[in-house]
């Protein structure tokens, strides 16, 4: 059964640091991996999606890669600005029991930058 | 902006009652899924759609959920009879055919007393 683990749990840092988000997975046959930001009281909204053809995908300040041979997958976030704070989840589409793309997440990493 | 629309935003209801959670997806992606979110577990899969066909509903309650989709614009979850533990919030989520990017809705949190 594929699970997700995200470390760390929480992470505060101050505004203009460079920071990496963790997403561990253990069953490599995944689909696709999406990384999501969720607001307090909020909906999730997507960030990037990487296919499991792809090593990494870039959106602005944002860079997630993906090495599905060790199960990981990273987001970067670079100059880091207190709109940045938010959960961030990582989910792995699985391939498993013919439920193609179904996505299993992690727990999440909660950031929150200081100004 | 939310691609799906969700109604009602916030429910809150008595044990035992009937509670109904309905979802719009953008017309064009057949993709349909159900999430339920809270604080212990996290956000786990309910059931999910394509082509409005049910495809997977391994992870709901069978004896007190149901999931539909009448048609290709709407979605619904019910719960009956509802208990404290369904106390939630659940997404609706569609997804992309080329790729299945999923795009969440702004969720519904239940609170069953």
């Known amino acids: 059964k594929q699970e997700v683990t995200q470390i760390p749990a929480a992470l505060s840092v101050p505004e203009g640091e460079n920071l990496v988000l963790n997403c561990s997975f253990t069953d490599s046959a995944i689909y696709n991996l999406q990384w999501f930001r969720q607001d307090p009281g909020k909906g999730l909204t997507s960030l990037l999606l990487?296919?499991?053809?792809?090593r990494e995908q870039t959106s602005g300040r944002l860079n997630a890669s993906l090495d599905k041979s060790s199960g990981r997958s990273t987001l970067y976030i670079a100059a880091s600005q207190p709109g940045d704070s938010a959960t961030y989840l990582c989910?792995?589409?699985?391939?498993?029991?013919?439920?193609?793309?179904?996505?299993?997440f992690g727990k999440g990493t909660k950031l929150s930058v200081k100004p | 902006d939310a691609r799906v629309t969700q109604t009602p935003r916030h429910k809150v209801t008595e044990m035992g009652q009937e509670v109904t959670m309905r979802c719009q997806p953008i017309l064009g992606h057949n993709t349909v899924f159900w999430y339920r979110q809270t604080m212990m577990q996290g956000l786990e899969l309910l059931a999910y759609f394509r082509n409005r066909a049910p495809l997977d509903d391994s992870g709901m309650p069978k004896d007190r959920f149901s999931a539909e989709m009448p048609d290709a614009t709407l979605a619904t979850l019910k719960i009956q009879p509802s208990e404290p533990r369904d106390s939630a919030v659940y997404f609706c989520a569609e997804g992309t055919t080329l790729y299945n990017e999923q795009f969440f809705g702004p969720g519904t949190r239940l609170t069953v007393l």
């Open positions: 989910a792995v589409g699985d391939l498993g029991g013919g439920s193609q793309g179904n996505l299993i």
């Open positions: 990487i296919q499991s053809s792809q």
